[in-house]
């Protein structure tokens, strides 16, 4: 996890938002206004260059991969295990070839891993330690294995501004055998003190799991570095396609793990009545793969090693400390934001509501100006309730978001909160 | 502001700021359903106290937007003291208000004096044009609906 500068300045950084605008054909399309994209928290834009990936893929090199013999599914299984190894080098997995299993999202890389663990690894009575900010992807899994097999979940707790309290993390962790948790909330924007926490898990004998979902599309990732034994995370959050998530995992946890989905490609060898898994990363993708996403993916990756996951990070950085200032000069104590209140602790997003405008109607309000942000619940209830709170509106940042929008933003909150008052 | 005025109405905002039948009613006897709008996390709770020929009393409580909030109040009112029938016929109305009825239930709502027989709850058509907020108006009314059929169930 990499080191950042303490004051990033967005006239300083080694690109400009503007220009990369220019990469993205969603925002030259014909509109009433300029769209000023905050949601890519939900799902970020993609660069023609992702487009045209998948494109020429389908155009002159589909075929079904790992089957046919002739040359033409030779290059597309050859163009899938480029992306394969590409996304490995992007996250520093020292075993690309075996180590970066392809799912559909994040969702099903965490439903694969709280599933293969469930089948022989964990039994009754077991303790499963996740947080409270969990999205519900990297939740309900194990909430699914407790209710089915028994299993014990207990939650890493954190303060009034999302940060996650360590004081008792011994106890907590003492006898867990999966401990999984976000690198950074989709809701608060905390960023975890993960290493840490995976540090003191292993120290216990427990599978550390990452759901990197939010983390990897906007700062240098290494899983060497990280301390997990699983990671999660999903294509089309970080400027690639959906359809097309990534698992991550060490081989001796991956090769210790039974497979998840049966089928065509997962396979060595079927008789009758019992078969031979295939071996690593095949036997967790089982039937046709996403094909042309994967190569996105990797279009998606080569776009943002351009840029360098460092300066990415600058500009995260950067973004966010002037949104903060500018919501908060505005808004004062008439908005609540979540999370850290100091901008190095966070990343990626801003949640906040007003107290008699509810989020639906702000976004609903910022939508005719233009501004796309989020209202609803994040697919994080328990955290909602927590908060006290049904729903809260949520902008999101990525490359492309410059201080124009967070103008954009500012100035259409404030009408949101005129027109209610 | 272009279009705003269309959703947000002035009685919308009224109902809003300041919900009619707001509150719990001890249940039982009171009959209760909550509703949930998992896309947003809105929830609605209704209560009513049926009397054996109509809906002697209704509230309503939850957390919602400004859309689910009056669409909920306005709802109270207009089905309080109504029978059973009679609340069917006004959610009827309600759904062919936002386009949502089936064709054989709808109701023709063509002139301005069937606008004006609709009340308030004429205020709720906006709706229409912003297709996601359709689940915010209907919520409560689905909640309600259902504690209608719990109730034609008894009798
Ligand atoms: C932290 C986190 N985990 C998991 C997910 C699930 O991603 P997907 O819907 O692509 O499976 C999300 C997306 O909202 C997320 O923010």
Redesign the interface.
Known sequence: MGTLPEMPNLNELSFDPKVIKKDFPIFSQNRDKPLVFLDSGASSQRPTSVLDAMDDYYRTTHANVHRGVYALAEEATNRYEAARLKIGNFIGAPNPSKEIVFSKNSTESLNLIANSLGHGYLHAGDKVVLTKMEHHANHVPWIMLASYLGIKLEFIDHDEQGRLILDNLDQTLDGAKVVSLTLASNVLGTITPFSQIAQVAHSYGAIVVGDASQYVPHMPLNVKELGADLVAFTGHKMLGPTGVGVLWGNLKTLESMPPFLGGGDMIADVRLESYTPNELPYKFEAGTPPIAEVIGLGAAVDYLNNLGMQNIANHDRAIMKIALEKINDRFGDTIKIYGPKDYKERSGCISFSFENVHPHDISQILDLHGVCVRAGHHCAKPLMRELGVAATARASFHIYNDEDDVDALVEALAEAQRYFS | ????ED??REII?DHY?NPRNSGTLESPPALKNEGYNP?????VTIYVNWDGDKIADIKMAG???????SSASLMTISVKGKSLEEARGVIKTFKSLLSLADDHETVEIQTNEDLRALGELAALQGVVK?PV?IK?ATLAWNTFSQILDEIDATI
């Open positions: 502001m272009q279009g705003l959703l947000y905002l700021k896309l947003c996390g809105d929830e957390q919602g937007c400004s859309i689910s909030r912003f907020r915010c």
